[in-house]
């Protein structure tokens, strides 16, 4: 068909208004680029908080550990049945991986509601009035029992198995607690009943150990801090301890002591230890108090935590 000069002018200006919708969708590809890595980031983190090597998380996932890779790394797209896979493997909900959309329990989404409602200048007041009523609690309810937190390697088990004795209070290794009552090694629970499971039963032994002990020292796994409900009852119930550690001492004393579990034939063992640290640095600081046991000897290290044990249950307790 014949076209005249009008018609065909037209036709070849008529592709420039396309201009603005490209821009849009460089916009939009951007903004995806960023979730992704958003995506990528959470993952990221939550396997370090559990300190789970990625080979792991491939395995308890089912996901490709290439593929895992991609999506830690921001350039995969997973889809919502291989986050929920992931989320699954992590304990975790699936929005929990989601940045924009962190899930909140219903009763704490009608507490924030209910805070929107009250007038800015009454806010201060009200924060006062929950930090009492929390600290009336917690004197109660934390007795005269102390947890000592951290990653392996601190110095936790020797430090609390002092402190036990010097005090004549029960030492308990929450770890041993939960194998007895399980009947199986914390390798194989996990293994045969996935690291979901292991939470659930490290819970329950907590439980049993306040509910049995009203004065105890009590050390638990690294990863305790993972699971937000155990960790919150243990902040509740104990005066909780981080004993911490430079990274280079954490390695040297886990190598020392022959356990190098989570980093078996990893070759970033370091970069992974620096990671999981990293990522569960804000959560250990949540505890009440920290000793520092880098460069000290045991004895330097236990002179320290008595001191913040009696700062924290009261001179003449201890």
């Known amino acids: 068909m014949h076209m005249g000069p009008k018609t065909l002018a037209k036709s070849t ?30 993952v990221r983190k939550s396997r370090a908080k559990r300190g789970m090597t990625r080979r792991q998380l491939a395995q308890a996932s089912l996901t490709s550990e290439r593929y895992l890779a991609q999506i830690e790394g921001g350039a995969g797209n997973p889809s919502v049945s291989v986050l929920r896979a992931i989320a699954q493997a992590l304990d975790l909900s699936a929005a929990a991986l989601l940045p924009e959309a962190k899930a909140r329990p219903a009763a704490l989404e009608r507490v924030v509601d209910l805070l929107a409602q009250v007038p800015p200048r009454e806010l201060p007041g009200l924060a006062r009035e929950i930090e ?15 947890a000592l937190i951290g990653l392996r390697g601190a110095g936790k088990s020797t430090l609390g198995r002092m402190l036990a004795q010097h005090l004549g209070w029960p030492f308990v290794e929450l770890d041993r607690r939960v ?14 009943a996935g ?7 490290e819970r329950l032994a907590l439980e049993h150990v306040i509910a049995e002990h009203e004065a105890a020292v009590i050390t638990t796994a690294g990863g305790i801090v993972a699971d937000p409900e155990t960790y919150a009852l243990l902040l509740r119930r104990t005066h909780t301890i981080w004993i911490k550690a430079l990274p280079q001492e954490h390695m040297s004393r ?12 990893n070759r970033q063992a370091m970069a992974d230890l620096v990671a999981i640290l990293e ?7 949540r505890a009440e108090a920290e000793v520092d046991t880098s460069g000290d000897t045991p004895e330097q290290s236990f002179a320290e935590l008595l001191q913040s044990v009696r700062r924290l249950i009261g001179e003449g307790q201890p």
């Not at 929390?134 to 029992?145: F, G, I, K, M, P």
């Not at 690291?195 to 039963?201: D, E, G, N, V």
Request: hydrophobic residues 40%; proline residues 6%.
């Open 279 to 285: 990522a569960r640095r804000a959560d250990y600081g």
């Open 132 to 146: 009492a009523r929390l600290a009336r609690s917690a004197a109660s309810d934390r007795a005269r029992r102390v």
């Open 13 to 42: 200006t008529k592709p420039k208004p396309a201009a603005k919708p490209a821009l849009a969708a460089a916009g939009e590809a951007q903004s995806t680029t960023h979730f992704l890595a958003a995506i990528g980031h959470e």
């Open 179 to 192: 194998e007895d009552e399980y009947g199986a090694s914390i390798p194989d629970l996990i293994e045969m």
């Open 254 to 265: 886990v190598m020392a002591q022959g356990d190098f579990r989570p980093m078996a034939q």
């Open 195 to 201: 690291t979901a499971t292991f939470r659930r039963q």
